[in-house]
């Protein structure tokens, strides 16, 4: 089996290991490869594994050899899914294996806003500690969550994670899902009452025709002035004017941002002087455990299908 892996960069920088892919026959590396390069580069391959790079119908048309795509990711949007199933190339994505990792992060935003302990460690580095006349000093606001509400729009894997630890914090946790369900201890509201009655509101659902641009001025003008909106989803989820909008008015109190519609950030992006705003460069689900999980699954992936099973396998879906 030949195998070619594409942004290989973008998974590892060397802390974890890709050999588990090497077991299935000749793998070949890249890091970035222009989207007009990608049907030469992968031309002769059985298999090719992506995490961003674009495997359109006309790059599988260009690959008459290719019956597996892998991603190094849970989402798809960048396969011509429709166009695998018609060819028969096997789609496989990864679910589930960076829920803690996500979780974590959106929780350390919430936390950043609610013990403003940014501010006071670059405080104290400056020697504001050191000259106060006591032994401390109480500049910036800090909170307890017990007692807060947390809303979270889609309560899937990583969802439900989050309402754990909320609940774990003794905070009030109301949600909205797509699916009906029961989760102990969250309570299920619309979008509007969500929005209005959320503390900190926390996104974790994927990019759709339904949640494109739901944060946006109409919803923004629902959320407390205290409120804090936190996006570890997908940047498309928030239009970004409207957002820098209600963070520069105070019409909201802050917001996490680790995901944005155009990744890279461009160079002078509206964030950049957006007030009461910390962005992150989309490593929710970067951590070590993470990104060890996910290359096993992808190993596993490949596996299955060469011994003829289905395993998330979503251009059967």
């Not at 959106?106 to 006591?134: C, H, M, P, Q, V």
């Not at 979008?191 to 025709?209: G, N, V």
């Not at 996006?231 to 909008?245: D, F, I, P, Q, Y």
Request: charged share 20%; proline share 3%; with cysteine.
């Amino acid at each position: 089996m030949k195998i070619t892996v594409l942004d290989r960069c973008t998974v590892t920088n060397g802390d974890v290991s890709l050999t588990p892919l090497e077991v299935f026959g000749e793998v070949r590396y890249f890091d970035t490869v222009p989207a007009e390069d990608v049907p030469a580069t992968i031309g002769d391959s059985d298999a090719v594994i992506v995490n961003k790079a674009k495997i359109t119908r006309e790059v599988m048309l260009a690959c008459p050899k290719l019956r597996f795509v892998g991603l190094f990711a849970t989402g798809y949007n960048n396969i011509d899914v429709a166009a695998a199933r018609e060819l028969g190339v096997a789609v496989c994505n990864v679910p589930g294996y960076s829920t803690d990792s996500v979780a974590q992060l959106a929780f350390a935003f919430i936390l950043r806003f609610a013990t403003s302990i940014d501010k006071y460690s670059a405080s104290t580095a400056k020697g504001d500690w050191a000259n106060s006349e006591t032994f401390s000093y109480l500049s910036y606001p800090i909170s307890e969550l017990a007692g807060k509400t947390l809303g979270i729009f889609g309560l899937g894997d990583i969802g439900k994670k989050v309402a754990k630890i909320g609940i774990a914090f003794g905070m009030k946790v109301i949600a909205v899902s797509r699916r009906r369900m029961y989760v102990e201890g969250v309570e299920f509201v619309t979008k509007e009452e969500l929005f209005a009655r959320s503390d900190y509101l926390t996104l974790h659902c994927p990019l759709t025709d339904e949640t494109r641009g739901l944060v946006n001025r109409d919803t923004l003008a629902l959320m407390k002035p205290s409120a804090v909106l936190i996006n570890t989803s997908r940047g498309g989820v928030v239009e970004e004017e409207a957002l820098r909008a209600a963070l520069n008015s105070g019409a909201i109190r802050g917001a996490g941002i680790d995901v944005l519609d155009t990744e890279p950030m461009t160079k002078g992006h509206i964030y950049l002087d957006t007030k009461n705003l910390t962005i992150t460069p989309h490593v929710a689900w970067g951590s070590l455990e993470a990104r060890t999980r996910l290359i096993g699954m992808v190993a596993e992936n490949i596996r299955v299908f060469n011994e003829g099973g289905i395993l998330n396998r979503v251009e059967l879906l």
